[in-house]
């Protein structure tokens, strides 16, 4: 599987970006997809992952209420992370893996696939 992240950009607090995790196969069913961000020096963190089987999200406490990941069915090659009323603070470059089965929270070296990265900042 290869994962390619797209949507970033530059936009004002309180705007709006989506991006997108285009995969070059389905996924299977049994994965999670999980859309993480790294600032310079610091380590990768999680900010939402879905299971691909079933409904399950989990969401970081920081964007919980703004952001909101989705997947197209029944494709199952492209993930959306939606983001609403960003902040200054979630300036970052924003990645996607995948990762089997679904943990809550999720651990970030159970993850694979990484794609290259899409750059958001907010201003």
């Known amino acids: 599987v290869q994962l390619v992240e797209s949507g970033g950009g530059s936009v004002q607090a309180g705007g709006t970006l989506r991006l997108s995790c285009i995969s070059s196969?389905?996924?299977?069913?049994?994965?999670?997809v999980g859309w993480f961000r790294q600032d310079p020096g610091k380590e990768r963190e999680p900010v939402a992952t879905?299971?691909?089987?079933?409904?399950?999200?989990?969401y970081a406490d920081s964007v919980r209420g703004r952001f909101a990941i989705s997947r197209d069915n029944p494709k199952k090659k492209i993930v959306y992370l939606q983001m609403d009323n960003l902040k200054p603070e979630d300036t970052s470059i924003y990645y996607c893996?995948?990762?089997?089965?679904?943990?809550?929270?999720?651990?970030?070296?159970?993850?694979?696939?990484w794609g290259q990265g899409t750059q958001v900042t907010v201003s």
């Open positions: 879905i299971y691909l089987y079933g409904p399950m999200t989990w």
């Open positions: 893996a995948t990762a089997r089965g679904f943990r809550d929270p999720p651990r970030t070296r159970d993850f694979k696939s």
């Open positions: 196969t389905s996924i299977p069913n049994s994965c999670a």
